[in-house]
């Protein structure tokens, strides 16, 4: 296939096409920063009116597990960004190389969540009767936490289902071809990233030591 | 072997961000447990925002970016800065108690 | 003569699977009459119970259902997709010399979100319907609703999302796809308006996912986010809900203004007086409307300091609307003004807009609100400017771009007569709420005291009129589709792109790329001479067609 | 009466005089703003129809980007000075001046429930006296309503899990509609109810006359007792709690560095959630009474404590 076959309607030059790509993913982007930022603005406000609540809450979070997934995550992203710069570089074999790690540290990051979960649900951090910590606020640190990692975490599938697809397309031989995917598929996985780096201080590490 | 332009473009610069988010999250945790240290939730912020900074810049190559782009991003951040600073209008002048 | 968009491929799938966003402005418009006349038929059974003070009509649990529907599809079925998804769909491409959207398999994508979402609220109907009132309000549809506000929550998630989509298509459009010379000061105010809508729904939409999130997390997880038994707080509810939907009613009136900015300075010949004025007005409008949506919280106790702050704002946030007013108004001046369909419509929204705006001033006045908050002054604010101003304007732009889009001319006379009854009718349903609510008859009452019947009869006559006014165009303009004469290229004789294009457009919008050498709304040179109907178009639309 | 002989209903407040005039001077800018647009679109549509032999040609050279500036800021000289006059006047009348009799609303599906000082309760009524400041202390059981009296031009959310206040001044005896006017559910319209002002002296003799006995805050020391707050804040108490007397109106410095005022919401607080406020110098050894305290116990709680504060604020008003 060439490269101009990919030109698509209603599109007169690849170049314009590109960037019309990169600004439509950047307007979804600031999308999800918002959608995003209005959960980080639930947190702040009940923090604000908990304090001693939420900080008790921040304590029963497992840092290890928060830690180790936000390394995983720094690092997928690394993977991502070599992935993309050598498939706009026409190595095709480094970037496949790269999109097949990220995928597994993007589906490491799901599984240690997975027993993060579990751990959680065993120490009865789930809202409901039985939720371990009396001290008021407490159950609303938890709320947000269950509903922003949860989001988060379908984020991370959509990513993990774009990446791989990207992977598909890699072993097909078809990845070069598609600049645009390339570019927005990395982004959105960036982000992703970059949400969890908000996320991770304020779930892991505000009431410690 | 050699490192060439290309190279360093593909790889140096990624591993390089890559090292520095490491350290940064480094000190953060290490400063979390940090027994009695002061302004921790401050520290953490600020460090998560340098970690977002890196990510947006050079991973996300705002760096790089037509204007237009970094348009997209600043407006992300400025509606943002909207919805936190007239809601906390609210909760921080609410009567004390 | 050349296959038109309409006639190149006639199967259904052909349309269900269309990336053309001439068809898809078609598929949303069918959907978005649906949904009007679904809310409009429980508008007349909320009119029909409040003809008496303790009517039994509908039982109170229906009565609430019933509103709820009808503001839930009012607002995310019909008015905020109105405008944009249709007009903005057909025309958007056309007037900027493009081919297409960006992105028109995501078009596609964003009318089946639309639908999915549609279905899921009229699921939640079927299934016993919702009565949280269309804000949602916390603690009450988190722990005492026993309705279907989980669908509901999630029907309005969903089209949101359908929302968002739309907006980063145009968005990406309007930057990318401009023809050569085609300079963002010669874009048409339309696709400004468009643009700037664009822009608050992909940046307001996200926060309103999450508060219905957060609702259906309470709902069904027991997460008790807004339960103050708790300590959550319900009015953080009302903060996200309302940084979306203050912002959304800008959604909901700036296409408006752009479709009345194209018809009035079409029908009275004139350039739009100080375009970069309204360029910047409607880019105010759609910046300064993210600050202000506390003004919806004052009674609801936020903190007194606060509330000046929103008050203040919303002062300035009705600037850019007046610099709007005062221009159209000017564009008359000097102008030869012709009183077709469209411009009945538009000058009904001017005023409409005008009163229902400038009782926005009373809401902004904290202590007029304190008294009038969650009465009927409230709604007769909203209708004014949402019926009267936007349907007005979306009536207004349907019959302008009708030739436009279907290629027949539909009956003149018809189309003045209904909007005349249009405007008659809708003052008579929705000016007596101002006065009642100023009496203080609440909102939302099923049942209420005696004395405001006289006024709730009113209302209820005049939406009789307003019903039969809404009906009238399903005929006529129905009939047109069939029997209408074919209508020529550019029937009103008007400046833009989209005139340039066969009426109905074949389905390549432009066999050549066109490139744009002028200013928009260059009809000056009729203008100039001195009131001699010689050198005049006909007074009416061209009916021959073109070629 | 017939309706459509006045647009306003009684004006039976302090408030309702001011809020009607703002309202007017609103209307009348409105009016003319509206007048001036209308007769300019008539004007010009009849003037400037199609064909009509009026002058055309281009505009006069007066007409330019000054124009446009001086509607501009027109516009927004007006706007600012509705703002100002509107909210200076809301301003200065937000709190109720003090020594004000205070009255305290619970609200819920679907009734409104009212306490006096003096202990008298009734139900979907408020008894209040002529030309006294009345304050209103609120909260709800369950969901928001509010509580709205269209003759004081009077409305005031009522929420769960917090106090929220407004006042007003009667002018006239009489009895005034009291409606709720945020929804609430099933019978949100039938969660109405009336006001009746009458003279002090017959508000006190009515107040006498009500069978609950008690005054509110003596109400609260008994509940005091009952509920075991006595055996820590008690005098012979051996757990270390702090004493009570006075506390109310009390710069209280917290555990965690903060300084705040101990009012209504801080001791309804101190209650219910004693976690966000922990008084410094103290064990957290308070427990929380969610739950254990309904809303009508935690209004005569608050209601004793006050009243170990001198002079009682509530004492002034009676
Ligand atoms: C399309 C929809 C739309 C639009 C455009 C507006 C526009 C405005 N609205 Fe409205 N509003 C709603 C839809 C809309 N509103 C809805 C749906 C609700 C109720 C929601 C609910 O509770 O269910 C509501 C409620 C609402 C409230 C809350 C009431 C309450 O619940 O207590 C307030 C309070 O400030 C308000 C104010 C305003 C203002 C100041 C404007 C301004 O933008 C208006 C600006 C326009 C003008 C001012 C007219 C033109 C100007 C001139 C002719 C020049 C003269 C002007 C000056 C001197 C300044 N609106
Ligand atoms: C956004 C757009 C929008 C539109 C177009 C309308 C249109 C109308 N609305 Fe709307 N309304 C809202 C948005 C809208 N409304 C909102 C957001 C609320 C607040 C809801 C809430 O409180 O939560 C509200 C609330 C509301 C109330 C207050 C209910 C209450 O508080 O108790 C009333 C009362 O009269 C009312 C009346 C009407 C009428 C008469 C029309 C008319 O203009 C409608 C005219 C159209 C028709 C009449 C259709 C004609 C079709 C038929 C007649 C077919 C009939 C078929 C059968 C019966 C089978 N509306
Ligand atoms: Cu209580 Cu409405
Ligand atoms: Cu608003």
């Known amino acids: 296939m060439t490269r101009a076959a990919l030109l698509h309607e209603p599109f007169k030059n690849i170049p314009r096409e590109q960037e019309a790509f990169l600004l439509g993913l950047w307007s979804f982007l600031a999308s999800e920063a918002l959608f995003f930022g209005a959960l980080f603005l639930g947190y702040a406000v009940v923090r604000h009116l908990h304090i001693a609540g939420f900080d008790e809450g921040a304590r029963h979070t497992n840092a290890v597990f928060g830690t180790a997934n936000t390394a995983v995550l720094l690092t997928s992203s690394l993977t991502m960004a070599v992935a993309e710069r050598a498939a706009l570089a026409d190595r095709a074999r480094l970037a496949r190389i790269m999109l097949a790690a990220t995928l597994l540290l993007g589906l490491t990051f799901l599984v240690i969540k997975g027993f993060e979960y579990r751990e959680d649900l065993e120490e009865h951090l789930m809202p409901g009767h039985q939720f371990a910590i009396p001290l008021r606020g407490a159950v609303l640190f938890f709320s947000f936490y269950w509903v922003m990692t949860g989001v988060h975490a379908l984020h991370l599938t959509v990513g993990l289902g774009v990446v791989g697809r990207l992977f598909g397309l890699s072993l097909g031989r078809r990845l070069l071809e598609n600049r645009a995917s390339i570019q927005t598929t990395t982004l959105y996985w960036h982000l992703v990233d970059l949400i969890w780096v908000v996320l991770f201080p304020l779930f892991y590490l505000v009431a410690r030591g | 072997m050699k490192i060439s332009d290309r190279d360093r473009e593909i790889i140096l610069v990624p591993v390089l961000v890559w090292i520095g988010l490491m350290v940064a999250l480094a000190v953060t945790v290490t400063y979390a447990f940090w027994p009695h240290a002061p302004v921790k939730v401050e520290v953490a912020l600020v460090i998560a925002a340098i970690k977002a900074a890196l990510i947006a810049i050079v991973y996300m190559r705002l760096s790089r970016s037509p204007p237009l782009l970094r348009l997209a991003a600043v407006a992300a951040f400025l509606w943002l800065l909207m919805l936190f600073g007239l809601t906390f209008a609210d909760y921080l002048t609410r009567a004390p108690g | 003569m050349t296959a038109s968009y309409l006639t190149e491929e006639t199967s259904i799938g052909s349309w269900l699977l269309t990336t053309d966003h001439k068809r898809i402005a078609i598929l949303y418009a069918l959907g978005i009459t649906a949904f009007f006349f679904l809310g409009g038929a429980a508008a007349t059974v909320i009119r029909l119970q409040l003809l008496s003070p303790n009517g039994h009509l509908v039982s109170a649990g229906a009565y609430n259902r019933l509103f709820t529907l009808h503001g839930v599809v009012m607002v995310w079925f019909f008015l905020v997709p109105a405008i944009p998804t249709t007009l903005g769909n057909f025309l958007l491409p056309l007037m900027i010399g493009a081919d297409d959207v960006a992105f028109p398999k995501l078009n596609l994508f964003s009318w089946y979100l639309f639908l999915a979402g549609g279905l899921l609220t009229v699921l939640s109907l079927v299934a016993g319907g919702v009565d949280t009132g269309w804000t949602f309000y916390t603690p009450y549809s988190t722990l005492y609703s026993n309705s279907n506000v989980m669908l509901a929550a999630m029907g309005v998630f969903v089209v949101g999302f359908s929302s968002i989509v739309t907006g980063v298509n145009f968005i990406a459009t309007v930057h990318m796809l401009r023809a050569p010379g085609m300079t963002w000061f010669r874009l048409p105010l339309f696709v400004w308006s468009i643009y700037a809508t664009s822009l608050v729904m992909v940046l307001a939409t996200p926060v309103l996912a999450i508060s219905l999130l957060l609702v259906i997390a309470e709902r069904v997880l027991g997460l008790p986010i807004f339960d103050p038994r708790f300590g959550g707080d319900p009015l953080m509810f009302q903060h996200l809900f309302w940084f979306y939907s203050h912002p959304a009613v800008y959604i909901m009136v700036l296409p408006a203004m752009g479709v009345v900015s194209e018809i009035i300075a079409a029908q009275a010949r004139r350039k739009v007086f100080g375009y970069a004025f309204m360029v910047y007005a409607i880019m105010g409008i759609a910046v300064i409307g993210f600050l202000v949506w506390g003004h919806h919280m004052f009674t609801a106790g936020m903190s007194p300091y606060a509330s000046l702050v929103f008050s203040f704002l919303s002062f300035i946030v009705a600037v850019p609307s007046a610099i709007k007013v005062f221009n159209w108004t000017a564009t008359l001046y000097r102008g030869q003004i012709a009183f077709d369909a469209p411009m009945l419509y538009a000058l009904g929204f001017l005023g409409l807009f005008t009163l229902g705006g400038l009782t926005g001033l009373f809401l902004a006045s904290i202590p007029i609100d304190v008294h009038v908050t969650d009465t009927t002054f409230i709604v007769a604010h909203f209708h004014y400017i949402m019926v009267g101003g936007t349907v007005s304007a979306f009536f207004g732009g349907l019959h302008f771009w009708w030739p436009k889009i279907t290629g027949r001319l539909y009956s003149e006379f018809w189309a003045r007569t209904a909007a005349i009854i249009m405007f008659c009718g809708f003052n008579f349903t929705f000016f007596p709420m101002f006065i009642m609510g100023y009496l203080g008859m609440p909102r939302r009452y099923y049942h209420y005291p005696a004395q405001f019947q006289p006024y709730h009869v009113m209302a209820s006559c005049g939406a009789v009129v307003l019903a039969v006014a809404y009906l009238a165009p399903l005929v006529y303009l129905g009939w047109s589709l069939f029997k209408g004469p074919r209508a020529g290229a550019n029937p009103w004789d008007a400046t833009g792109l989209e005139w340039t294009t066969p009426s109905p457009p074949a389905k390549q919008n432009f066999a050549k790329t066109p490139t744009v050498t002028s200013e928009p709304y260059l009809y000056h040179e009729d203008g100039r001479t001195h009131g001699d109907p010689r050198s005049l178009k006909p007074h009416r639309r061209q009916d021959e067609p073109a070629e | ?318």
């Open chain 4, 1 to 318: 009466m017939n309706p459509f002989s006045r647009l306003f209903s009684a004006e039976a407040s302090t408030g309702a005089a001011r809020t009607d005039a703002i309202f007017v001077g609103v209307l009348a800018f409105s009016v003319v703003i509206l007048l001036v647009v209308l007769v300019l679109v008539v004007g010009f549509a009849a003037i400037y129809r199609r064909g009509s032999k009026a002058r055309r040609g281009d505009l006069p050279a007066w007409v330019s980007r000054e124009v446009e500036i001086g509607w501009t800021a027109a516009t927004l000289f007006i706007a600012l000075f509705i703002f100002w006059w509107a909210s200076s006047a809301q301003f200065s009348q937000w709190t109720a001046p003090p020594g004000a009799l205070e009255i305290h609303v619970v609200g819920r599906q679907w009734m409104w429930k009212v306490q006096h000082p003096s202990g008298a309760r009734e139900i979907n009524m408020l008894h209040a006296p002529l030309g006294v400041p009345v304050r209103l202390v609120m909260t709800s059981q369950d969901v928001i309503h509010s509580f709205y009296v269209p003759a004081f031009r009077m409305k005031q959310d009522v929420l769960p899990g917090r106090y929220t206040e407004t006042w007003f001044k009667a002018l006239r005896p009489g009895t005034y509609d009291l409606y709720c006017s945020e929804y609430c559910g099933l019978d949100h319209s039938a969660m109405t109810g009336h006001v009746v002002i009458m003279a002090p002296a017959d508000y006190a003799r009515w107040a006498r006359a009500q069978p609950d006995g008690d005054s509110l805050a003596t109400q609260g020391q008994a509940t005091f007792v009952s509920l075991g707050c006595s055996g820590c804040h008690g005098v012979e108490a051996k757990v270390a709690a702090p004493p009570l007397t006075g506390v109310y109106g009390r710069r209280v410095a917290l555990a965690d560095g903060r300084r705040v005022t101990a009012d209504e919401t801080y001791l309804r607080d101190a209650i219910l959630d004693p976690a966000k406020n922990r008084v410094a110098g103290y064990a957290p050894a308070m427990p929380s009474y969610q739950g254990v305290a309904s809303e009508e116990d935690t209004v005569a709680l608050v209601a004793y404590l006050k009243s170990l504060s001198a002079p009682p604020a509530t004492e002034a008003a009676r």
